[in-house]
């Protein structure tokens, strides 16, 4: 099982804490991300061009 370091929130979270959010680590070829509010439930990983993707995908869909 791999483990990822270095995780960070979305300067967008929500809420006092800033506990209602996804958390993300960047690793050389992968993504990590990880629900703020239950960090031990689990992480899913994705290729980091899938998720630049995505992401390119989510900052098009806002400015609609």
Request: aromatic content about 8%; overall charge positive.
């Amino acid at each position: 099982m791999r483990t990822y370091g270095n995780w960070r929130k979305s300067s967008h979270s929500a809420g006092g804490d800033g506990d209602d959010c996804v958390e993300i680590a960047p690793h050389p070829t992968r993504i990590a991300v990880r629900d703020s509010k239950d960090r031990a439930r689990g992480t899913l990983t994705f290729p980091a061009p899938v998720f630049a993707a995505f992401l390119e995908a989510v900052k098009m869909g806002s400015r609609s």
